[in-house]
């Protein structure tokens, strides 16, 4: 079934023509609309007067009053998109548009605006305004959908995707009452934000409501900048295992030990962590892993440390190869172990994020839509978590990156040039399109 739509001026309808099935994606139609990159522009720039800090970036951490004014400001941008705008019981602001036919799953869109302290004005915020720059042009220019649309800012997806693990009922009650950044519990957080944590399951959605999830996003890496690449369609967002790794010596006198008779931790320490760099750099694939944190102890100048704890964490698309890497990292603690006289232990913590593959037939929409625009495009992991890989949970799922100059992210210096945003925004309305017009991924 096609869908038909109009100008707002009345001019000659046009029909999104059907192109050979859901994964043959988006004609190159001089009809649709196009995003204006100045007005995305414009809407960066007042989002970021949100907790703007003097020297650049913001400081705009979910539930702060920075956070409320921001999440207003947007719920007022999406009013005049004429979106339909709600507050869920997990504080998620959606912005829903009517379809033809209210039977259909809902086609779904959107991002955070919460970030970091002293983190920069484009993660999350371009997903949130691109989308809203989306429903805007369906608003203009009358464009029906059959089905519902809707445009969702997360709550709290820097501090551990609050609002998406809730909509995908994946959130523990019994972390409402940890603290977040703001210096308000949870809880109290997403009260402040509008939702209502004693009826929090009220936001899950069941499989199958959500016929597709595209998230627009910020590559938050270099690899598009490097590359001169205007579209990154994701393959998948990385699980992420961590480990707290406590290296047992012997702390002894730094002057009256001979070299021969040490059990030094830290120096055990530090060819374990040689080695988590080595064994990653040198095994095929886009892994990654990072020793981020070491504490020496006692940490006295004159004392050789007897005990060291230290971080170590993996990233990859697959559980298999992470599980992989670890074996090899736990090996070479047994030799470091015994060249050293020292015990090298592991305790994994219970943070463990499960790689999220997107779906293959959105990965070809979103390609094609790229090609009909004449976008340039590539396929690549993404090394970070988003808000899509708890919705990959409940449904299909699919990710457009665009570039950010110099790969800096979490920074005030973070930059996604308006025209890529532009060109990102153009690429997700012609997505959510496609999927409309041809259907559930799998179907």
């Known amino acids: 079934m096609a869908g038909t739509f109009s100008t707002a001026a009345g001019c000659t309808a046009g029909i999104i023509a059907l192109v050979g099935g859901f994964a043959a994606g988006v004609r190159a139609d001089e009809a649709l609309p196009r995003a204006d990159p100045g007005r995305l ?3 960066i720039e007042s989002l970021g007067r949100f907790g ?3 020297g650049g970036g913001v400081s705009r951490v979910a539930f702060s009053p920075a956070d409320v004014a921001g999440r207003q400001y947007v719920q007022a941008l999406m009013r005049e998109a004429g979106l339909e705008v709600r507050i869920d019981t997990a504080g998620n602001i959606i912005g829903r548009r009517a379809g033809a036919d209210p039977s259909l799953p809902v086609i779904m869109t959107g991002s955070h605006i919460d970030s970091v302290p002293q983190g920069g004005n484009y993660d999350g915020d371009v997903g949130v305004l691109g989308a809203v720059e989306a429903a805007r042009l369906l608003h203009q220019h009358g464009i029906a959908t059959r089905h519902p649309f809707e445009f969702v800012v997360f709550t709290d997806e820097e501090g551990g995707t609050v609002g998406s693990q809730a909509m995908a009922g994946r959130f523990s009650p019994g972390s409402l009452d940890l603290m977040s950044h703001s210096g308000l519990s949870i809880r109290d957080g997403i009260r402040a934000v509008g939702g209502d944590p004693d009826r929090l399951a009220d936001a899950a959605r069941r499989p199958g409501e959500i016929a597709a999830y595209v998230e627009l996003h910020i590559e938050q890496g270099a690899i598009l900048d490097e590359s001169d690449v205007d579209i990154g369609v994701v393959e998948g967002i990385v699980g992420i295992r961590w480990w707290e790794v406590t290296v047992d010596g012997t702390a002894n006198h730094a002057g009256t030990t001979p070299m021969g008779r040490r059990q030094d931790a830290l120096v055990a320490a530090s060819e374990l962590v040689l080695a988590v760099n080595r064994i990653a750099s040198t095994t095929t694939g ?8 070491i504490r020496a102890e006692p940490g006295a100048p004159n004392v050789i440390p007897g005990r060291v704890v ?3 964490e993996i990233r990859d698309l697959g559980a298999g190869k992470m599980e992989s890497l670890f074996r090899a990292i736990e090996a070479e603690a047994g030799r470091t172990s015994d060249a050293h006289g020292v015990r090298v232990s592991f305790a994994e913590v219970d943070l463990a994020l499960d790689p999220a593959p997107t779906d293959e037939r959105l990965r070809k929409v979103i390609e094609n839509a790229a090609e009909s625009l004449g976008l340039s495009h590539r396929r ?6 988003h808000d899509a890989q708890e919705i990959a949970h409940i449904a299909p799922i699919g990710m457009i990156f665009v570039p950010s100059r110099d790969g800096i ?13 532009a060109n990102g925004t153009d690429v997700l309305l012609r997505t959510l399109l496609a999927i409309d017009r041809d259907g559930r991924p799998g179907r």
């Open 41 to 43: 522009e414009r809407h």
């Open 52 to 54: 703007a800090n003097p």
């Open 286 to 293: 886009t892994q990654v892993a990072t020793v981020g944190r």
């Open 380 to 385: 690549m992991p993404s090394g970070a978590g």
């Open 409 to 421: 992210s979490h920074a005030p210096r973070e930059y996604t040039d308006p025209q890529d945003i």
């Open 310 to 312: 230290m971080t170590v």
